[in-house]
């Protein structure tokens, strides 16, 4: 893909989307701030990036703070195997975050595809607890059902978990100062 093409997606996106990334930002802040926590997930090269995500929440993103309660879904391999054993893949995360979260919790999903059967069953079982959902997605995600979807226009893997990428770095930075 050439550059040209990888500006215009970009462009096209944040015109687009500056607004829904805004509202989600003070979203996930009004959760930290009333102590719930986050849960994030997402397969392959989205859960590389959920990860990375949960790392800078936990962590700090540019600046010293106090830690945010984000956790990666999916991280331990033991009770993922587990849980993809005994219930099948496409519950695993779901079990997982029926066991952990609570009501004023949040979800955010990485997809690219909007398709993925695991997260698709996540996304039920946030609906089933009453937690906010945000889905980061590309063009064949645009139907998810979640409280908020963010979709980025194109079809093309890599280029979705650019935007993706970037859009993580925009929450954590405007997250950064939540008390």
Do not use: C
């Amino acid at each position: 893909m050439d550059l040209e093409t990888r500006l215009a997606v970009y462009r096209a996106f944040w015109e687009q989307a500056e607004h829904t990334i805004q509202e989600v930002a003070h979203v996930l802040q009004k959760t930290f701030v009333r102590g719930g926590k986050l849960f994030v997930a997402g397969n392959g090269g989205s859960a590389a990036q959920a990860d990375h995500f949960v790392a800078e929440l936990v962590g700090r993103f540019q600046q010293k703070r106090n830690a945010r309660p984000a956790v990666l879904l999916g991280s331990g391999l033991a009770t993922l195997t587990a849980l993809s054993n005994d219930f099948g893949y496409n519950r695993a995360l779901a079990f997982e975050l029926e066991a952990l979260a609570r009501p004023g919790d949040a979800l955010l999903v990485l997809t690219t595809s909007g398709q993925s059967a695991n997260i698709l069953e996540l996304l039920a079982a946030a609906r089933r607890l009453g937690l906010f959902s945000i889905a980061l997605t590309g063009e064949k995600g645009r139907n998810l059902e979640a409280d908020r979807v963010v979709t980025v226009p194109s079809t093309a893997t890599p280029l979705i978990q650019e935007v993706h990428l970037q859009i993580l770095h925009t929450l954590a930075e405007r997250l950064e100062g939540a008390s």
